[in-house]
């Protein structure tokens, strides 16, 4: 999931000095997880800028629908093309993802080009939860983990290391840059002789290939089967008794 | 390839080496660097510049070690893999070679965190045991990272940094070998206050035969006052300051404070001349170099070879 945290509200009025008449939009997917976007954080949102004096006009989306999926948020916007039309700011409580995804779809789609905020700051591919999340992963393109006992030195380690710990690790294997957090070659070295692989230890790792994550990457997939894969997700809901 | 560097004379003819460290001005004082250096002249076989310590914003190493070798000294320029990407560090490695600089130490960098500049990007596209690689490729091979050859290679004594006292303690006799295994010449290690650790080190290093792959210094820093001790032992991660040091030098009277703190390094560097796989010490008089011809000269390694 995107790990996100929410502008400081200062900020986000400051992005919208002179704006009038403001949709908010939420997100069913990471910022529902996060409580950046999800319906309540919205609500709460509109209430806020209701009592700034904004005339505001509000879009949540349930969970697990994301804001960033193109055929999911299209039918929001559709049904709020209106609101989009009439208003001076799009207030985004999602990710970037989700912002520039609506966005262009108002833009390239229905020709409707306004100014878009973002209420959220986005934190990298975190996981965990339910309410403690850790960043686990760069979207370097080139996964290294299976030569790291599984944990990546690159988004764990606060500079990247690909060979071995650096000279600051504290005496309780905790990182120098922060004694809350471990090292991470600590752990991959722990791990490493747990699972049997400790030689690897010694494997020289090539500098990282990062001509795979030069921005932005494009992707061509084959569209997904929203309704197939709907109806597989109503059967969960349905055997956990919701 | 031949390489015509003081230091690695001095450590082929298994003379105890000495090298110092010298820290460049926060400003363009280039005089502060001459002094510096004038200081260090003759007590020492070749002096490190840091590049960028604790991320704190200084002048560049390469231009530190440049204006300090008109002085008749030889340098060993630092690089760190932190702010430069394997392009530039590749470029600042020609540039180096070509104006005579003859020794390097390959580093990872101090965190930004602990600098001036915490809003900075760190870059670590390479850490250090790939930089060691490169460098030796560039020099024995005549090829850059890419694979790519050039025709008069860069003509360089390659040096790493060791820490015997962070942890885990088994790993960084594995960053060694690793660091010997991609082409390392000489290390300079983090300073000693835990000899008996530093010792425990080495034994595990000549049982591995790695001493005679590499020529190890033992880095030797001389603590000016007790709080610098307490603030190295408690702040600064990967160091060790045992507790017999700090009851020592609080044992003498105030004004002996420093004075204590010269003969503990004298005496250090004693030690580790008896240290079977020792070639040399490298001292790091921090904001102190004025001391360390005094340190040499105690210590029996003056005159110089």
Redesign the interface.
């Known amino acids: 999931m995107m790990g996100q945290a929410q502008k400081p509200m200062p900020e986000i009025l400051e992005s919208l000095e002179g704006k009038e008449k403001v949709v908010i939009m939420g997100c069913g997917g990471c910022s529902t997880v996060f409580h950046t976007g999800g319906v309540e954080e919205v609500d709460i949102m509109e209430e806020i800028l209701v009592k700034e004096g904004k005339d505001v006009k509000k879009i949540t989306l349930p969970f697990a629908v994301f804001a960033c999926y193109k055929p999911f948020s299209s039918m929001f916007i559709e049904k709020h093309k209106k609101d989009f039309k009439n208003c001076d700011a799009v207030l985004m409580m999602s990710c970037g993802d989700g912002l520039q995804t609506v966005r262009q779809i108002l833009d390239e789609d229905m020709d409707i080009v306004k100014p878009f905020y973002p209420a959220i700051n986005a934190m990298g591919v975190s996981g965990g939860g339910p309410s403690k999340f850790m960043e686990k992963c760069q979207a370097c393109g080139e996964c290294v983990m299976g030569r790291t006992a599984g944990i990546c030195p690159l988004t764990e380690c606060?500079?990247?290391?690909?060979?071995?710990?650096?000279?600051?690790?504290?005496?309780?294997?905790k990182c120098?840059?922060d004694p809350e957090k471990d090292c991470a070659?600590?752990l991959i070295?722990e791990r490493l002789k747990k699972i049997g692989q400790y030689e690897n230890?010694?494997n020289?790792?090539?500098?990282?290939d990062?001509s795979k994550s030069v921005t932005p990457r494009i992707f061509e997939r084959e569209p997904l089967d929203i309704h197939k894969h709907l109806a597989r997700t109503k059967k969960v809901i349905e055997s956990l008794g919701i | 390839m031949e390489i015509n560097s003081n230091l690695k004379r001095v450590l082929d003819s298994k003379k105890f080496a000495v090298t110092a460290e010298i820290g460049p001005p926060p400003s363009v004082d280039s005089k502060i660097i001459k002094k510096k250096a004038n200081m260090l002249k003759g007590y020492i076989d070749a002096f490190n510049v840091t590049d960028g310590q604790t991320a704190v914003v200084r002048m560049a190493s390469w231009a530190t070690c440049l204006i300090a070798k008109e002085e008749g000294l030889e340098p060993i320029v630092q690089m760190t893999t932190r702010d430069r990407n394997r392009i530039a560090l590749q470029m600042d490695i020609l540039g180096i070679a070509a104006l005579g600089i003859k020794n390097i130490l390959c580093l990872t960098g101090d965190h930004i965190s602990f600098g001036n500049h915490p809003k900075a990007k760190g870059v670590w596209d390479i850490d250090s045991i790939q930089f060691i690689r490169i460098v030796k490729d560039m020099r024995d091979n005549k090829q850059f990272e890419s694979g790519d050859k050039m025709d008069v290679a860069p003509e360089l004594f390659i040096g790493a940094a060791a820490n015997p006292f962070a942890d885990p303690f088994e790993m960084r006799i594995k960053r060694l070998s690793k660091k010997i295994k991609q082409g390392v010449d000489f290390i300079q290690t983090q300073c000693i206050f835990n000899i008996n650790k530093f010792k425990e080190w080495m034994e595990k290093i000549r049982d591995l035969g790695l001493h005679e792959k590499v020529k190890i210094l033992g880095g030797v820093t001389p603590i000016k006052s007790i709080g610098a001790a307490k603030y190295m032992k408690n702040k600064v991660p990967g160091m060790d300051v045992p507790d017999s040091i700090i009851e020592r030098l609080s044992k003498v009277p105030k004004e002996k404070v420093s004075e204590e703190g010269i003969k503990i390094a004298i005496e250090t560097i004693q030690q580790l001349k008896e240290i079977e796989g020792v070639y040399g010490t490298h001292i790091m008089a921090i904001e102190w170099e004025e001391m360390v011809p005094e340190i040499v000269k105690s210590a029996g390694l003056y005159p110089r070879p």
């Open positions: 606060a500079k990247g290391l690909l060979n071995g710990p650096c000279g600051g690790t504290r005496t309780d294997g120098e840059v070659w600590y070295y230890i010694d020289f790792n090539e500098p990282h990062w």
